[in-house]
């Protein structure tokens, strides 16, 4: 049973254009979401989080939007650069306790110049 | 760089043997995790220790176990290997000052053969 789903294994898009990485998830306890980037040979990088009480989090070209209605987030990347190609991961944590995180597969993205 | 520190990077074993993969949390960081990421899987969390207890299981088989030591380093110890186990590693933590972000380590690689 797979909480946090991200259906889009793989995304391209060109140079400067927008990225739209897409998140859902089943589990209402959750309530803090967060979103890493992976190069391949490194660990997860945390890029941007967002808390249940807002529907928006913004950091530079990064910015996450949450629907709680629709159990659905998104990471906007604007504008896309070549460096930001990587596989990025969702990830979600709720309810008091452990702080674990469960995450999707990850989605591949290739920003191409 | 993180700040949280794996070893070893890289480990190649044969079936049946027992290999200790070890982590050196963020400075300061009370809290460790284990996560594994196989070929096409996100990652998926293992065991979370905090302050030298375990606080939280998840997918961890029984040939697998973890502890976390009075220095707060921690070492996940991997028994009667199988050609399944083969997996990158990563260690994380986070730190006591609240906040839901958790920093990886680069990852121990184990191939089993």
């Known amino acids: 049973d797979q909480q946090v789903k991200q259906n889009s294994p793989s995304l391209s898009v060109q140079e400067g254009r927008i990225s739209i990485l897409n998140c859902d998830y089943t589990?209402?306890?959750?309530?803090?979401f967060l979103w890493y980037k992976k190069y391949p040979a490194e660990g997860p990088t945390f890029l941007i989080s967002?808390?249940?009480?807002?529907d928006k989090n913004e950091d530079g070209r990064f910015t996450v939007f949450l629907n709680k209605s629709a159990k659905h987030l998104s990471l906007h990347i604007v504008p896309s650069q070549p460096g930001d190609s990587a596989v990025y991961f969702c990830?979600?944590?709720?309810?008091?306790?452990?702080?674990?995180?469960?995450f999707g597969k990850g989605t591949k993205l290739s920003v191409i110049p | 760089d993180s700040g949280v520190t794996q070893t070893p990077k890289h480990l190649i074993t044969a079936t049946g043997q027992r290999v200790t993969l070890r982590c050196s949390p963020r400075?300061?960081?009370?809290?460790v995790y284990w996560y594994q990421q196989s070929l096409d899987q996100g990652l998926q969390f293992l065991i979370q220790?905090?302050?030298?207890?375990?606080?939280a299981k998840g997918n961890i088989l029984e040939r697998f176990s973890a502890q976390q030591f009075p220095d707060l380093h921690s070492e996940l110890n991997l028994s009667s290997l199988e050609l399944g186990d083969s997996a990158l590693y990563f260690c994380?933590?986070?730190?006591?000052?609240?906040?839901?972000?958790?920093?990886f380590g680069e990852g121990s690689w184990l191939t089993v053969v």
């Open positions: 400075s300061g960081d009370l809290s």
């Open positions: 589990n209402s306890m959750f309530d803090y």
């Open positions: 220790y905090y302050n030298g207890e375990e606080r």
């Open positions: 994380a933590s986070r730190g006591q000052g609240g906040g839901n972000t958790i920093y």
């Open positions: 967002i808390s249940s009480i807002k």
């Open positions: 990830a979600a944590t709720g309810g008091a306790g452990s702080y674990q995180l469960t």
